[in-house]
């Protein structure tokens, strides 16, 4: 009896032991993400700058930088799991990103109180991506069935931003960049679970996904202050 008891023991011992390496290397993994996430936002803040002393050369060479940013992204996304490489992309995109911002900054802040409105939209941006990551680490809710939803979501979004540069609607813009701000949110709340299951591959694929639903909110409160502030014009 005492042989099956010290079995059971060693193996009870064991299975601890295993369960605090998977959660050690899981706080780890997390706190690279977000460590990457922060350098992210940093390297974009750079970018935004920059650009902001440069707007009319980036507005000649927009769509040029366009297809950067979309190469860098891709890019990314096949070496993400390449050490050295996957850093480069994502502090190249994320840097882009902050470049392509700026004309609209740049629109923005050009309006009566448009400074106060950059803020208002970096605050709430910040106040939503803290909202939904507690929301996500505090729920019992399994959020794995919203990314099929979110995805189809985001392809729609895409698509009436793609329809709206011909029709040129501040109104269905207005609603679009709604939306957004709505998806992005939810996305925020799904990647951080998943962030906490373990199911990204790598922590920069986690930070892009974080990064990219942060500045998706930002740009979307931006576009609703400039349209509804020229409106009030």
């Known amino acids: 009896m005492s042989l099956y008891n010290r079995q059971n023991q060693n193996i009870a011992r064991g299975q601890t032991y295993q369960e605090e390496r998977i959660s050690t290397a899981l706080s780890t993994f997390v706190s690279q993400t ?15 700058f920059i650009g902001l002393e440069m707007v009319e050369a980036i ?32 502090f190249a995109f994320t840097f882009l990103t902050g470049l392509t911002l700026t004309p609209l900054l740049s629109s923005v802040l050009g309006m009566p109180n448009g400074a106060s409105a950059v803020v208002s939209a970096f605050l709430m941006t910040t106040i939503i991506f803290g909202a939904m990551s507690v929301y ?26 793609i329809v709206n540069i011909f029709l040129g609607s501040p109104m269905l813009q207005v609603g679009i960049a709604a939306i957004a701000t709505l998806v992005f949110s939810l996305y925020i709340a799904f990647d951080t679970q998943m962030l906490l299951r373990g199911a990204f591959s790598s922590p920069v694929e986690a930070a892009i996904a974080l990064y990219l639903d942060v500045l998706n909110i930002f740009i979307s ?13």
């Open 34 to 48: 977000y460590q990457l996430f922060a350098a992210s936002l940093l390297a974009a803040t750079v970018g935004a």
């Open 221 to 233: 409160l931006l576009q609703l202050f400039g349209i509804l502030g020229s409106s009030n014009e």
């Open 136 to 161: 996500a680490m505090k729920t019992s809710k399994d959020l794995a069935s919203w990314g099929k939803i979110l995805f189809i979501s985001v392809i729609v979004i895409l698509i009436g931003s």
């Open 59 to 90: 507005r000649s060479w927009y769509w040029g930088l366009v297809i950067l940013e979309i190469v860098a992204l891709v890019g990314l996304m096949f070496l993400k799991d390449k050490p050295g490489i996957n850093l480069v992309l994502l």
